[in-house]
T-cell receptor
Framework: DAKTTQPNSMESNEEEPVHLPCNHSTISGTDYIHWYRQLPSQGPEYVIH???SNVNNRMASLAIAEDRKSSTLILHRATLRDAAVYYC??????????FGAGTRLAVHP | GAVVSQHPSWVICKSGTSVKIECRSL??????MFWYRQFPKQSLMLMAT?????????EQGVEKDKFLINHASLTLSTLTVTSAHPEDSSFYICSATGLRNYGYTFGSGTRLTVV
């Protein structure tokens, strides 16, 4: 089954950039990489997704390795509201999203 | 943007009773809906995938007779936990996708507590 691996936790200071890595070595050529984040007792919130090229939106940037076996979510200036669990997910067939363990991001003032 | 409404947000039920959770796509047609379960401090675990008008496809280890999923319309899917027991207490989350460019939109989750 599709599997992603991420560090368990990371820390950042407010207004500093954060780079959250993810390995997805089993990804197939047509499966997108999706990133979500989750606050306690809430459903996951969409952050960004991409296929091959680097992607930017108002929340973050996604840098995808040339071999697509890894990617990095970049928060350009972390805020306290960015503290959450970040999930890197890949499609696991039949369009289903398989979640890895996620990275718990702590942001310090 | 795409919105998925999940109801109720929390429910407490007695052991042995059944509980129904609803998941509605408010502004798009959800051709596929997914149901996840999440235990405290753990990740989301996919339970099943349902396509409108078809039987749900359950992940390995998920009891289809215990977790009944109905996806009778393009905007509504329901998950019924039958004969609930305390070990079924968990956070249940639905997700929906329509055309590919909608991505995956998640509901806000339902906290089920079985006493």
């Amino acid at each position: 089954d599709a599997k992603t691996t991420q560090p368990n936790s990371m820390e950042s200071n407010e207004e500093e950039p954060v780079h959250l890595p993810c390995n997805h070595s089993t990804i197939s050529g047509t499966d997108y990489i999706h990133w979500y984040r989750q606050l306690p007792s809430q459903g996951p919130e969409y952050v960004i997704h991409g296929l091959t090229s680097n992607v930017n939106n108002r929340m973050a940037s996604l840098a995808i390795a040339e071999d697509r076996k890894s990617s990095t979510l970049i928060l350009h200036r972390a805020t306290l509201r960015d503290a959450a669990v970040y999930y890197c997910t890949q499609e696991g067939g039949y369009n289903k999203l398989i979640f890895g363990a996620g990275t718990r991001l702590a942001v310090h003032p | 943007g795409a919105v998925v409404s999940q109801h109720p947000s929390w429910v407490i039920c007695k052991s042995g009773t059944s509980v129904k959770i609803e998941c509605r796509s408010l502004d798009f047609q959800a051709t596929t809906m997914f149901w996840y379960r999440q235990f405290p401090k753990q990740s989301l675990m996919l339970m099943a995938t349902s396509n409108e008008g078809s039987k749900a496809t359950y992940e390995q280890g998920v009891e289809k007779d215990k977790f009944l999923i109905n996806h009778a319309s393009l905007t509504l899917s329901t998950l019924t936990v039958t004969s609930a027991h305390p070990e079924d207490s968990s956070f249940y989350i639905c997700s929906a996708t329509g055309l590919r460019n909608y991505g995956y939109t998640f509901g806000s989750g339902t906290r089920l507590t079985v006493v």
